[in-house]
């Protein structure tokens, strides 16, 4: 086997390299759902409701959504290394504000820098693992690269149960900072620049016009379950995220070079797989954040204990990542995306019959069957996506890809919980009920709580349901752009 060289002929160590890459994206991934876990503790020890420490996910998401076309101009333009290393800073700069947070709009501003690191780090990972490997080989490599991407996000809520047993929230940051100041040296030894760069021109109407669509889109969201559907602050709101977005789409379609190259979306194939790993994400992340709500709220769960009751889904997850990868090489992702999506629609359409006295057994083989089926549609579909375009559109269409896939989870987890407070002050008791009758108000609270996170679940199963039917628009088994 020849050795690696880097874009200047010099040979370098891609074991080691991809080793770097692999221990910092689980590490900065892990955090997106960290927090989840803690969501009870951090509404008690600051005083604010479910809408609110949502923000702590949603928000950390959206600024992932909105750094990633930025970091494919940064990409462009600085050696990937000293971008890493960067990318790595900021994400470590981020934890450490977070860890001594004396309020939450501090914390929240601890996490929101966290995400920008996330969001510069998350597309250099990909397009160094795809650039690095020969097209025989992507496909295990982003098997590979499914693990990390795909368990982080999963054991974040298991972790974070382990942890907050026995210490408090700030040790969810104290866990962090020495493993990124870790892959902070070990970048600085293994990096290498191993993507051409040019120089590129940034086009800063298009970071405001995407800032504020996005943005905008996904405070309405947030919002409604404080003030409802019909509110005006929510309806203004949401109008402008929509006209921004717009606005911005139409730039990029008559720019010379745009910030975010749309015109991958001309590709069929991978037009399709964005919708589907977009709608698999919104599935998955939103019900990790409900879901670890509803056992501790409902069941009286400790958050380690709601953690090991997902556990199973991440390990499953883990360990079918690269069974999946390798699946895909040989028969395609149509047939894997049509049966993982119909077992995410099997785990989830349960969860809508939850109640108080439904078994955390049953409950966890229905998350692990979800995660099961998750696992076939994410990397394989994305793979596939991928390959169906020419090689000089990788590069954009990693940066569309995981734009559209951050802010489509952001804004899925966003309803799911403005769903759940909603249907929850919807059907609560009335105050005067407290007073007059202490137990049926108890008893009608609980039910309307059970209410919110059964209506939660409905619109998981909405997400769902279109992957399941849009899964049968593919036309092939393979959607690689194999009969190029």
């Known amino acids: 086997m020849n050795q690696p060289t ?12 991809v080793a770097t890459l692999l221990i910092g994206t689980f590490t900065t991934f892990l955090t997106q759902t960290i927090l989840t876990t803690a969501f009870p503790t951090l509404m008690s020890d600051f005083h604010i409701n479910a809408s609110a ?28 290394k000293h971008l890493y290393l960067t990318a790595i800073g900021i994400f470590f700069l ?47 490599a982003m098997g590979l690269a499914g693990i990390v991407i795909g368990l982080a996000p999963a054991v974040g809520p298991t972790l974070s149960g382990w942890v907050l047993l026995h210490h408090g929230w700030r040790a969810l940051f104290s866990v962090i900072l020495p493993i990124a100041g870790l892959v902070f040296l070990l970048a600085t030894y293994s990096m290498r620049k191993v993507l051409t760069t ?9 970071v405001v016009e995407s800032t504020l669509g996005f943005g905008s889109l996904l405070y309405g969201f947030s919002t409604v379950g404080d003030r409802g559907w019909f509110d005006p602050l929510v309806l203004v709101t949401l109008a402008l995220g929509v006209l921004f977005v717009a606005l911005f789409v139409r730039r990029q379609l008559h720019l010379p070079v745009p910030l975010l ?39 009286g769960e400790s958050a380690f204990h709601s953690g090991l009751i997902l556990l199973p889904g991440a390990i499953m997850m883990g360990i079918m990542s690269p069974v999946t990868g390798n699946i895909f090489d040989r028969i395609g992702a149509k047939r894997l995306a049509q049966t993982g999506l119909f077992l995410l629609l099997v785990g989830t359409f349960p969860l809508v019959t939850l109640t108080a006295d439904t078994p955390t057994l049953f409950v966890t083989v ?45 804004i899925g987890t966003a309803i ?25 108000f108890a008893t009608q609270a609980a039910s309307a709580t059970v209410a919110g996170y059964r209506a939660a679940f409905v619109v998981s199963l909405i997400f769902a349901a279109v992957g399941f039917i849009l899964s049968f628009r593919l036309t092939n088994d393979r959607i690689d752009g194999g009969d190029r």
């Open 366 to 410: 229905l998350y692990t069957v979800r995660m099961f089926g998750i696992t076939m549609v994410t990397m394989p579909v994305t793979t596939a996506g991928m390959n169906s375009l020419p090689p000089d559109l990788i590069n954009h269409g990693t940066a569309v890809n995981n734009t559209i896939r951050q802010v489509a989870a952001s």
């Open 198 to 206: 040019t120089d590129p021109k940034i086009d800063s109407l298009s």
């Open 94 to 140: 981020g934890t450490l504000i977070s860890r001594f947070a004396p309020s939450f709009q501090v914390l929240l501003a601890g996490r929101l820098i966290q995400a920008a690191g996330v969001g510069m780090s998350a597309p250099t990972f990909q397009n160094v693992m795809y650039s690095i490997f020969p097209p025989e080989k992507r496909g295990s």
């Open 53 to 80: 420490v949502q923000w702590l996910t949603t928000g950390f998401m959206l600024v992932m959504g909105i750094m990633i076309p930025v970091s494919a101009w940064l990409l462009s333009k600085f050696n990937v």
């Open 6 to 17: 880097d874009v200047n002929g010099k040979p370098y160590n891609r074991a080691l390299m």
């Open 261 to 299: 190259e749309l015109r991958v979306f001309q590709s069929p194939a991978f037009t399709l797989s964005v919708i589907l790993t977009a709608v698999a994400f919104m599935s998955m992340v939103g019900v990790e954040m409900v879901l670890p709500m509803y056992i501790q709220t409902i069941h």
């Open 416 to 440: 799911l919980v403005s769903v759940l407070s909603t249907v929850t002050s919807a059907n609560a008791p009335s105050a005067s009920l407290r007073a007059a009758d202490p137990v049926a």
